[in-house]
């Protein structure tokens, strides 16, 4: 008989941001005059930039032209955006990493939940606590943890590293080393980052103890302060221990568009085995690339005049967060984050837990935000804004929290 994949029933409810979604959708539909203000998901408001737009036309032509039509991509992206990212991400950090080791996808978030399949089941992994659901729930569907406790909200078999203010938002070494490490720099949800001597640390850990580090670094464009790492191979030894997750989604937009990459490194061994060759395996049997037009939007960015744009998109956001953070610092909230990520990291206020705090601001002041305790555990009583709207909505929504 038939048996389905028991795992995902281990699952707690539906994923953090449909929740979400559904509360709001039946708020809406209950009160059609009220202006809801989204500062929830991490998703862009602002427009493709001119030179993508521009690539996006020419490659769509190019499409219409017999001589210059394309068919599947090469599995692991064309040569033209690997080069591109190579030289612009890494040899222009110093970093040493090559075209041949970038694997171009549709995003981040797909190889931030499929990465973990390369990997043995019986690899014990840790998380920061608040987290990306993604990666803790790709390992439920899996098999790699045990039951989810209503109690405690965690699963078994997973080793949860809290980052709270009182250690910065930044995660300790856990006492039982674990296989596989997932680390978000500068951090979604607190909006923390890590300095170039923190993350040394966790690459010497790994390699150490034969761990394997998962370095999401979706949100480097976001880092404003010097001495805070843009990529994991700006470490020593991080070419042996780690694999790095990009996206063009919150740099460039691209959300809707959908492109990222990550990075293995061929000196990445374990077993034997070099894991580029796995995922460079993975990729070749389940996926067919990112479509030519968005790869040739991708490549788009690294010109001079899309370096420019970038810089504008990231800065029009920078200047939600620090009007978010005044504004709520001005009106007593203890916030953090917001400098070198467009998130903001807030405690809940008068003892509310996270979901409380979130029914208040949706059904008082109308405005979205993500509640903590859907990040993890440690994330009880904190609430995340994001920087992502519009520079009106921002200082709409900001106002009617300083002013209530
Ligand atoms: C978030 O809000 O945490 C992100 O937008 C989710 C994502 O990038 O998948």
Redesign the pocket.
């Known amino acids: 008989m038939l048996k389905i994949n028991e795992n995902y029933l281990k699952l707690p409810g539906s994923y ?2 449909s929740t979400i979604a559904k509360k709001v959708s039946a708020y809406q539909e209950a009160h059609p005059e009220k202006k809801i203000i989204r500062l ?4 862009v408001t602002r427009p493709l930039t001119p030179t993508v737009i521009s690539a996006l036309h020419s490659a769509v032509d190019e499409m219409a032209e017999a001589a210059t039509f394309r068919g599947y991509a090469p599995d692991l992206g064309y040569e033209f955006l690997r080069n591109a990212i190579a030289d612009n991400e890494y040899k222009a950090r110093g970093c040493d990493i090559k075209a041949d080791e970038i694997f171009v996808s549709d ?3 797909c190889d931030s939940g499929n990465i973990q399949e390369v990997f043995s089941l019986d690899n014990k992994i840790a998380v920061c606590d608040p987290v ?3 990666y803790v729930d790709s390992n439920v569907m899996a098999g790699r943890t045990g039951l989810y406790s209503e109690e405690s909200g965690k699963f078994e078999n997973v080793i949860y590293m809290p980052c709270l203010e009182e250690n910065g938002f930044a995660p300790e070494f856990p006492e039982e080393v674990p296989d596989i490490i997932y680390l978000c720099f500068p951090n ?2 607190t909006g923390a980052a890590i300095t170039k001597e923190g993350l040394q640390g966790w690459v010497d850990y790994a390699n150490k103890n034969g761990s394997v580090i998962l370095y999401d670094a ?1 949100y480097e464009a976001y880092i404003s302060e010097p001495g805070i790492p843009h990529t994991i191979y700006e470490c020593d030894g991080a070419r042996t221990c780690a694999i790095e997750l990009r ?1 063009f ?2 740099n460039a937009g691209f ?1 809707g568009v959908r492109l990222g990459y990550t990075v293995v490194p061929k000196d990445l061994v374990r077993g034997g085995v070099d894991i580029h060759s796995l995922w460079a395996r993975r990729h070749g049997t389940k996926y067919n690339g990112a479509p030519y037009i968005v790869q040739r939007a991708g490549e788009a960015i690294y010109s001079e005049q899309g370096k420019e744009e970038i810089k504008g998109l990231v800065s029009y956001y920078m200047r939600n967060a620090q009007y978010i953070l005044d504004g709520l610092k001005k009106a007593g909230y203890s916030v953090s984050g917001g400098v070198n990520a467009p ?1 903001i990291w807030l405690k809940a206020p008068d003892g509310m837990n996270s979901w409380e705090f979130f029914d208040y601001l949706l059904e008082e002041l109308n405005i979205v935000g ?1 509640p903590g305790s859907g ?1 993890g555990p440690a994330g009880e009583g904190y609430f ?1 804004l ?1 920087a ?1 709207g519009t520079y009106e909505n921002t200082v709409e929504a900001v106002d009617r929290i300083i002013n209530r």
């Open positions: 953090l941001f929830g998901i991490g998703d995003g981040a978030k990306y659901p993604v979604n949800p979706a996206s989604s919150k959300t998130y993500t990040f995340r994001t992502f």
